[in-house]
């Protein structure tokens, strides 16, 4: 292996671990093989060109981790607990889009499970986090902020015709494709519904709806798979008719989205943006800067006056489960990310398909971006 | 690689081999088999230098991209498909215009309300939402997958590898859909499953490839020459 082997010394692991553990927590080994059907089916297949893979001798096929979030969420699930705090250390690894970079470095973090107070809770884990930078040599630095459910929640709220938010929604998590659909939403269409659309569109019963469709594939001897039902197929029509036949979405109401969609700043700048634009699109944010200025003023109080503070509505997700408050901390080129994390509530409930909602927060710290050189 | 040769890579077998002995034969280049036709081992008629092996496509596609090989005639599919980095490892000298196969996203000719990959993203993200999971696309071409289902902004599908029968998945409830290459699109028919309108990922077929990776000495070099100019 080429790579130049990461090392930080000893005393400094144990700086830094008494530093993570200052709020409390138990130290946790974390599995570093996971089913890869489990990580792909959480992160999606836009990881792939990023994981490791192996094979297990029963031909399960396996990757290894590319964070300690989804490993700490398996050992959490499978201690039987309802409530934790865990400390992990260790390597995580992901191919580099540039040669020649190490895949596997090392990251060092906390995560909670099922804070009463989550507010607390993520307070705690930016406190000891912030602190352990600080520890490691962080000198003023740059604070990235983001809210994981706010473009959710601008598009469920958003004065939006139905079949525009239904157009937009499921692309909530990538702010780059929601851009190109409201662009889309603007341009007039100019294909009108096909006749067997129009019909669907003028049936109101799903069971009609589905039998036209049933009656349709059976006399063109089309088969639909098992996993859509003619429903299925019937709805989208319908979807699909809708769209081609409702006003185009108006260049104002666009406009309005694409700019709260791209506001990144300061966050006193960024809210008042937020709330007076809002407003245009009869989202009422009074109470959601409210909050967040709170939070603002508590992670000020935290943080050394030098550290930039910046906040971005759509910050990308790397993990896109990420719902709640994120952060991110760089160093002073602002190059180089020492430390993320962000609450993720959804991901215990999906990781047990539904059987156990427990809230969970959590961040990483990477020791080598200022100990280790790259 | 130890000595002076030039290695060189040609399918082992069927249709392909021949094609690709006739195109050589156009240009002066005989192939003798070592060990008769069954033989892995091969020359050129005259061509002491060149040591021809005899592999399967996918074989010659990953020594080429590691550099264990000099020239070989494997579909551009393979090499896409084998490394996220392929131009700076290989070079595609010539397209043979044989060995035609497009790698296209097909899905079950009942969806009926899915003729394009924004309408299979918006299925994809129902799906997920119906069911909790994924849309599974069965194939074996996940990196062409991955990045051309990136492009087109479909997020939510997980790939099922699937090395051959590909066709049959979502018939047989292994996937939704499938990444697969076809050349008549015969099969896919026989199979109730149609190709997206602008599903093509890929439209492949065998060419001389060598590889920038493959270290050559002088004589190998001048041997490189010559062979580049038989080629045309």
Redesign the interface.
């Known amino acids: 292996m080429p790579y130049k082997n990461q090392n930080i010394d000893i005393q400094q692991s144990i700086k830094i671990k008494n530093t993570l553990a200052k709020n409390g927590g138990e130290w946790v080994d974390l599995p570093l093989l996971l089913p890869s059907s489990t990580v792909l089916e959480l992160a999606g297949e836009g990881l792939r060109p990023r994981l490791y893979f192996a094979n297990s001798p029963d031909g399960e096929e396996l990757c290894l981790r590319a964070d300690l979030t989804m490993p700490a969420a398996v050992t959490f699930i499978e201690s039987g607990e309802t409530q934790a705090i865990f400390l992990c250390s260790g390597k995580v690894f992901r191919a580099q889009k540039e040669s020649g970079v190490n895949p596997e470095f090392r990251q060092m973090g906390i995560e909670r499970y099922g804070d009463k107070d989550k507010e607390n809770a993520d307070f705690a884990i930016f406190s000891s986090i912030y602190e352990t930078c600080k520890t490691i040599g962080l000198n003023g630095g740059r604070l990235i902020l983001s809210d994981g459910g706010l473009v959710k929640k601008i598009l469920e709220t958003a004065n939006l015709p139905d079949v525009w938010r239904e157009y937009f929604m499921p692309q909530a998590n990538v702010v780059s494709e929601l851009l190109k659909r409201i662009n889309l939403a603007t341009v007039p269409n100019t294909d009108a519904p096909t006749a067997i659309e129009k019909s669907l569109l003028a049936i109101k019963n799903d069971q009609e709806a589905a039998n036209l469709v049933e009656e349709i594939l059976d006399i063109s001897k089309l088969k639909q798979g098992l996993a859509r039902d003619t429903l299925d197929i019937a709805k989208r029509l319908r979807q699909k008719a809708k769209r081609q036949t409702s006003e185009p979405l108006s260049k104002e109401t666009a406009a309005i989205l694409q700019e709260i969609l791209q506001l990144k700043g300061a966050p006193n700048t960024v809210f008042n943006a937020v709330w007076t634009l809002g407003k245009q699109i009869n989202i009422d944010f009074t109470d959601w800067a409210k909050a967040w200025d709170l939070k603002i003023q508590k992670i000020q109080s935290l943080i050394d006056s030098d550290c930039e503070i910046v906040f971005d509505v759509a910050m990308p997700k790397r993990f896109e489960y990420y719902d709640g408050i994120r952060f991110e901390i760089f160093t002073n080129d602002n190059e180089k990310s020492l430390a993320s994390g962000g609450r993720y509530d959804g991901l215990i409930a999906e990781l047990t398909k539904g059987e156990k909602n427990i809230s969970a927060v959590g961040a990483v710290i990477r020791p080598e971006v200022i100990l280790g050189g790259k | 690689m130890a000595g002076d040769e030039i290695i060189f890579g040609l399918p082992s077998k069927g249709r392909l081999k021949e094609q690709c002995e006739a195109w050589l034969v156009k240009r002066g280049l005989f192939l003798k088999q070592t060990g008769g036709e069954r033989g892995y081992a091969a020359h050129f008629d005259g061509e002491p230098m060149v040591e021809v092996r005899l592999m399967s496509s996918s074989e010659i596609s990953k020594s080429l991209l590691a550099g264990e090989m000099h020239l070989g005639i494997t579909g551009e599919d393979l090499i896409r498909e084998q490394s ?2 392929s131009d700076e490892q290989v070079e595609f000298v010539h397209k043979l215009g044989f060995g035609r196969a497009d790698v296209v996203v097909a ?7 899915v003729s394009t990959m924004d ?1 299979l ?3 994809a ?3 997920r ?7 599974r696309i069965a194939t074996k071409f ?2 062409l ?3 051309f ?2 492009k087109c ?1 479909v ?5 099922v ?1 699937s090395g051959s029968a590909t066709e049959g998945a ?2 047989n ?1 292994i996937a ?1 859909a499938i990444v697969d290459i076809t050349t008549s699109g015969a099969t896919l028919i026989a199979n ?1 499953l149609k190709i997206i309108d602008d599903g093509l990922i890929l439209s492949s077929q065998a060419c001389l490839i060598k590889s920038r990776i493959a270290t050559l000495n002088p004589k190998q070099s001048a041997l490189m020459n010559e062979l580049t100019r038989k080629f045309g």
């Not at chain 2, 899905?107 to 309300?113: A, C, H, Q, Y």
């Not at chain 2, 939402?129 to 849309?135: H, Y």
């Not at chain 2, 997020?155 to 790939?159: E, M, T």
């Open positions: 996220p980095k899905v079950p000719d009942g969806w009926i309300d309408d993203a918006e299925v993200s129902d799906i939402r119906t069911s909790g999971k994924r849309m996940a990196r997958t991955t990045e289902f990136e902004g997020l939510d599908y997980r790939i590898y979502p018939a409830g939704e109730n």
